[in-house]
C-alpha cells in the first residue's frame, strides 16, 4: 500500500532564506510523486512531478524537489524563500492507475 | 491554460437535504476525480470516474454519495442526505491520462447546517 508522511506540519523561514519541505513515501512500485501548494480559498496547483526521469525535479516558482530511492524521500526546496511562498503544500504519491494520496500537508509562514 | 471549473463556490444546505456540487473538467481530459478535505484535515480521496463508471472508491464514498457524468462536460458529485460531517471543501479534479498529473479546480465549500 502506498503512503506519504509529511514530517512537518508547520515551517517558518525568513524572506530570503532557504525553504526545506520534507516528505517520505512509501510505495510497492515505482510511484509517481507530486508537490501541490494550496493558497487560502484556492485550489490545489501542481508545482512538479516525478514520474521516473530525472531524480532531480523543477517545478514552478523557483521550486525543486529531488527523488532519492534510498531515501524514500521527494523533499521540496527553493533557495529563496518570497513572501507569496506562504501556503499549505501537500507531498503526493501515485501508483499507475490508482487514485492519488495527499500527505498531511505542511504551513509554510514567510516572514519579512 | 484550460481549467477544471466548480460551481458553486460555495453551497449552505440543511443536515438530510441532498446536495449536487457540479464540475466541468478540462475538456480532453478522461480521468475524473473528487476529494475532500475537512477544515484543518488532510485531503482524502472519495472516487475515480473513468469510461462512465467508477473505477475506484474510497471507505468515505458509501451509499449517501453518487457520481455522474450526464452529458459530455458535467461531472457531478450528489450527496443524498447530507450530514453534519460532510462539511467540507470538495474538490473535483481531472487528468488527461493514467500517469499525468491531477489539475483541480478551486473547489466547492459546503457547510451543512
Known amino acids: 500500500a502506498q503512503s506519504v508522511t509529511q514530517l512537518d506540519s508547520h515551517v517558518s523561514v525568513s524572506e530570503g532564506t532557504p525553504v526545506l519541505l520534507r516528505c517520505n513515501y512509501s510505495?510497492?512500485?515505482?510511484?509517481?510523486l507530486f508537490w501541490y501548494v494550496q493558497h487560502p480559498n484556492k485550489g490545489l496547483q501542481l508545482l512538479l512531478k516525478y514520474t521516473s526521469a530525472a531524480t532531480l525535479v523543477k517545478g514552478i516558482n523557483g521550486f525543486e524537489a529531488e527523488f532519492k530511492k534510498s531515501e524514500t524521500s521527494f523533499h521540496l526546496t527553493k533557495p529563496s524563500a518570497h513572501m507569496s511562498d506562504a501556503a499549505e503544500y501537500f507531498c503526493v504519491v501515485s501508483e499507475a492507475g490508482t487514485a492519488l494520496i495527499f500527505g498531511k500537508g505542511t504551513t509554510l509562514s514567510v516572514s519579512s | 491554460e484550460p481549467e477544471v471549473t466548480q460551481t458553486p463556490s460555495h453551497q449552505v444546505t440543511q443536515m438530510g437535504q441532498e446536495v449536487i456540487l457540479r464540475c466541468v473538467p478540462i475538456s480532453n481530459h478522461l480521468y475524473f476525480y473528487w476529494y475532500r478535505q475537512i477544515l484543518g484535515q488532510k485531503v482524502e480521496f472519495l472516487v475515480s470516474f473513468y469510461n462512465n463508471e467508477i473505477s475506484e472508491k474510497s471507505e468515505i464514498f458509501d451509499d449517501q454519495f453518487s457520481v455522474e457524468r450526464p452529458d459530455g462536460s458535467n461531472f457531478t458529485l450528489k450527496i443524498r442526505s447530507t450530514k453534519l460531517e460532510d462539511s467540507a471543501m470538495y474538490f473535483c479534479?481531472?487528468?488527461?491520462?493514467?500517469?499525468?498529473?491531477?489539475?483541480f479546480g478551486n473547489g466547492t465549500r459546503l457547510t451543512v447546517t
Open positions: 479534479a481531472s487528468r488527461g491520462t493514467v500517469n499525468s498529473p491531477l489539475h
Open positions: 510505495s510497492s512500485y515505482s510511484p509517481s
